[in-house]
């Protein structure tokens, strides 16, 4: 429940910035919310600014919806290995050093996040440190290093945002042909309710389309920060760790922790997962 409030506070402090901004801007410069100018400005402005800002805002969350620890001074032999560990990784990856948090949670999972490579965090369940052996844990934490290393959080951030502009852009125009259609003898539409409600109608199918493309980069990713991991530790751990996970409980990380963790949920569709399956992952490894 503390999740879910704090992801729609957050949502729509994003939202009524977002638009006051947009309602400065269009007043400056004299733009009609349904001209062609108007749409690409609205849809610009929600598709990168929304993306970009919980880019922004990813460590801050991740660390409040997960309840994690950063790890300031090492308390235990476990938390002293975990920043040794992804020290040394960080150095042969030519990144800063990230933060290094534990959460409380049954799964063997683990997730990296920040808006940049010298800006990061990584993250891992205690359900991973009781189940995992530390080569298997040394993979995970090389994993969520690459992930970093290969800007994946920008690089998803971006295509996000791209996707978001164009369902934002192509609703709004298909809404307003439809409203003219079914309004065509009114001499005013602009406020109808048939253009928010199909607005909305388009936005939801529209989006759930442009879901299949971002999952599909983010499981390309995916691939790339296990073969990162393996360069880092070795193939053999990595493969070690992904057979482990095989046993894992569903994953409890949403959003872009879920993109960047180390695990997902058991999603109905492939298509739709933020993840390949695991055998996959094991059988590019060989």
Do not use: C
């Not at 960080?90 to 490579?117: L, R």
């Not at 891992?124 to 844990?137: F, K, P, R």
């Not at 125009?173 to 309710?193: P, Q």
């Amino acid at each position: 429940m503390k999740r879910v409030v704090l992801f729609l506070i957050t949502n729509l402090a994003v939202m009524l910035v977002l638009g006051i901004v947009l309602s400065v801007i269009m007043s400056v410069l004299g733009i009609e919310h349904r001209s062609l100018g108007g749409i690409l400005l609205i849809a610009t402005l929600f598709g990168f600014g929304g993306s970009f800002i919980s880019l922004f805002m990813s460590k801050w969350m991740a660390k409040k919806s997960t309840g994690a620890h950063v790890i300031e001074q090492p308390r235990s032999d476990v938390e002293k290995w975990l920043v040794e560990r992804v020290a040394e990784q960080a150095k042969k990856a030519n990144i800063a050093m990230p933060e290094v948090a534990i959460y409380d949670s049954p799964e063997m999972n683990a997730f990296a996040t920040g808006p940049s490579k010298n800006n990061s965090l990584v993250a891992v369940s205690t359900g991973l440190l009781h189940n995992m052996s530390q080569d298997e844990a040394e993979a995970v934490l090389a994993h969520e290093v690459s992930h970093i290393a290969n800007g994946d959080m920008v690089t998803l951030t971006l295509i996000q945002g791209v996707v978001n502009t164009f369902v934002i852009a192509i609703s709004k125009v298909l809404a307003g042909i439809v409203d003219n259609f079914l309004n065509s003898d009114e001499e005013e539409s602009g406020g109808s309710w048939t253009y928010f409600i199909f607005d909305m109608i388009f936005q939801v199918l529209f989006g759930i389309l442009a879901s299949f493309v971002v999952a599909y980069f983010s499981r390309q990713r995916e691939f790339a920060a296990d073969k990162g991991a393996a360069d880092l530790v070795g193939a053999t751990k990595m493969r070690a760790a992904l057979e482990r996970l095989k046993v894992n409980h569903p994953s409890q990380l949403e959003g872009s922790m879920m993109a960047f963790g180390i695990a997902s949920g058991k999603g109905l569709m492939d298509l739709m997962s933020s993840h390949p399956p695991l055998d996959a992952r094991i059988n590019a490894l060989k």
